[in-house]
């Protein structure tokens, strides 16, 4: 009479703002289908127990969640974890252990490329990046751009070479390409080279924490090229240190926004806010999502197996 479901996330480090809206967006989907009376399994009802684990935004640390929630706590499926880099580690894991996993956030495309147990809710890198060089090209009008990115992040290095590739494919010039590490705190070498390259925009792929100080310390620097960044943008942590006067003017690109008018969207920002009072970011959205998707999965197989869930995710349409 009971389905045990894994989260792995994020819930301390550079991403922990991401990991809670992770954690929200999949309990709110589980109250509501344990409320409604259960998932239908075969003709009758069972609810789901939920086992969450903290993976730290670390490779080591997710490899071993992925572990436990497989083999010890013998979870029918995995949510997680939010970020590529960790969803890469995991990987291996949930495919040795034959469970299905569906990560919400990962959009590095190496994250499912030859496996059959691990899949996404959200789009790729290329997808997202193509945009955001596009929109720089032919809205802003932008001729040149610079490129600064987290190098140990497997998605943030591969927005970035993404970017650059399509806005030179377009005809723009990257005038700066360069990389920083997770734990830096100072970038004003890197951004005094971009001071005398300027860039008509700076296309900065970090986490919320990297890229709220890269603007902050440009914008002291005089630099005065307009900021894009992508999903990892989306939180309020962004704001409250960079200060909304170092951001104005910037623009990322995003799986989600709030103001969605579609009777779905609206109703899911009702119940997350009533919930939890504040409002749901991408990731809560996109982990709402995958607990739904993985409900739906269950129903359709019709049973309790690992294999048969993986088999009607694969199959999952819409």
Not at 14 to 43: C, D, H, P, R, Y
Request: charged content about 20%; overall charge negative; hydrophobic content about 45%.
């Amino acid at each position: 009479g009971e389905i045990k479901l894994g989260v792995s996330a994020p819930l301390t480090g550079l991403l922990a703002t991401i990991g809670q809206s992770q954690v929200n967006g999949v309990l709110l989907a589980v109250e509501e289908a344990n409320k409604a009376g259960g998932v239908i399994v075969g003709g009758t009802r069972a609810t789901i127990r939920t086992i969450v684990e903290d993976d730290e935004n670390r490779t080591d640390s997710c490899a071993a969640v992925f572990k436990k929630l497989a083999q010890m706590d013998r979870v029918l499926a995995i949510i997680g974890s939010a970020g590529s880099t960790c969803t890469l580690a995991g990987g291996p894991v949930a495919e040795a252990a034959g469970v299905p996993t569906i990560s919400p956030w990962a959009t590095n495309p190496r994250v499912t490329e030859g496996r059959r147990f691990v899949f996404r809710a959200c789009y790729l890198d290329p997808f997202q990046s193509g945009v955001a060089a596009s929109y720089a090209y032919h809205e802003l009008g932008a001729r040149t751009a610079a490129c600064i990115f987290g190098v140990a992040d497997d998605a943030n290095v591969s927005m970035a070479e993404a970017f650059r590739d399509m806005f030179q494919r377009l005809g723009g010039k990257i005038v700066c390409y360069e990389g920083f590490r997770e734990e830096d705190k100072d970038f004003t070498p890197i951004l005094a080279k971009m001071r005398v390259a300027k860039p008509d925009v700076v296309y900065s792929t970090g986490a919320y924490m990297n890229t709220a100080l890269i603007v902050r310390q440009a914008r002291d620097l005089g630099i005065g090229s307009v900021f894009m960044g992508g999903d990892g943008w989306d939180s309020p942590k962004l704001i409250e240190i960079a200060g909304a006067r170092a951001l104005e003017g910037s623009i990322f690109t995003n799986h989600y926004c709030t103001d969605i008018a579609t009777p779905e969207a609206e109703a899911f920002v009702a119940k997350y806010e009533a919930k939890y009072r504040s409002m749901p970011d991408a990731c809560a959205a996109l982990s709402y999502d995958c607990a739904r998707l993985i409900i739906h999965a269950i129903e359709k197989a019709g049973k309790l197996d690992r294999n048969a869930v993986r088999d009607a995710l694969a199959a999952t349409e819409g």
